[in-house]
């Protein structure tokens, strides 16, 4: 276990619509990051924040959006869904902001598109 | 363009056998990741590489910043090894490879 927690494990949901996928970082991390996986693009990553605010940016589509709250965990926004957002979207955490901490992962959040 | 580039991408290995992955990439970097994947999805981070080498248990990595190049080396190679291992950079942005997926055969 990282102590890294997602929610929700599995998500279903039809084209058009909109989902918020939820990340608490390990105790004291500071960092969250948010990464997809899909089985033709491979791991992605989407965007990082530090202690609320965003501190790098990734392969990240206009129609997703994150946020971390003062609490430190983080949604991942996800509108207007497509067929090809079917992915596994995985958060994960580290003590500092430099780039270079060592990251620990949630067990991911499975979403799949109809 | 890939910035990460892993092999072998399959990689069948005999219980006991020595293993050796290799990342080669094309951006300046901070660090450089070796991650693990098992085929329930979860990821653990094995390493965590500026320079030089570690070594944890079975497991060792090596980086030559200079050439751009890591390795991922497994010793006594067991079947709990089977997995997918992952190359990342830290650069301006976080980088993939695409994966080795490697399997020990009892």
């Known amino acids: 276990d990282s102590g890294v927690t997602q929610t929700p494990k599995h998500l279903i949901t039809a084209t058009g619509q909109r989902v918020t996928l939820r990340c608490s970082p390990r105790?004291?991390?500071?960092?969250v990051y948010w990464y997809q996986q899909s089985l033709d693009q491979g791991l992605q990553f989407l965007i990082q924040y530090y202690n609320g605010e965003e501190r790098a940016k990734g392969n990240i589509l206009e129609r997703f959006s994150a946020q971390q709250f003062p609490d430190l965990h983080s949604e991942l926004n996800l509108s207007s869904l497509e067929l090809g957002d079917s992915a596994l979207y995985f958060c994960?955490?580290?003590?500092?902001?430099?780039?270079?901490?060592?990251?620990?992962f949630g067990p991911g959040t499975r979403l799949t598109v109809l | 363009k890939n910035e990460v580039e892993q092999s072998p991408q399959n990689l069948t290995a005999q219980e006991g056998e020595f293993i050796t992955i290799n990342c080669s990439y094309s951006?300046?970097?901070?660090?450089l990741h070796w991650l693990q994947q098992h085929p329930g999805g979860g990821i653990v981070s094995l390493f965590m590489?500026?320079?030089g080498k570690k070594k944890h248990g079975r497991l060792i990595a090596t980086i030559n910043i200079q050439e751009k190049h890591s390795s991922l080396h497994i010793t006594a190679s067991h079947p709990r090894d089977s997995a997918v291992y992952i190359c990342?950079?830290?650069?301006?942005?976080?980088?993939f490879g695409t994966g080795t997926s490697l399997t020990v055969i009892p």
């Open positions: 990342a950079v830290d650069g301006n942005q976080f980088y």
């Open positions: 994960a955490s580290s003590g500092g902001g430099m780039p270079y901490n060592e990251q620990f």
């Open positions: 105790s004291g991390d500071l960092s």
């Open positions: 951006v300046g970097i901070s660090a």
């Open positions: 590489l500026s320079s």
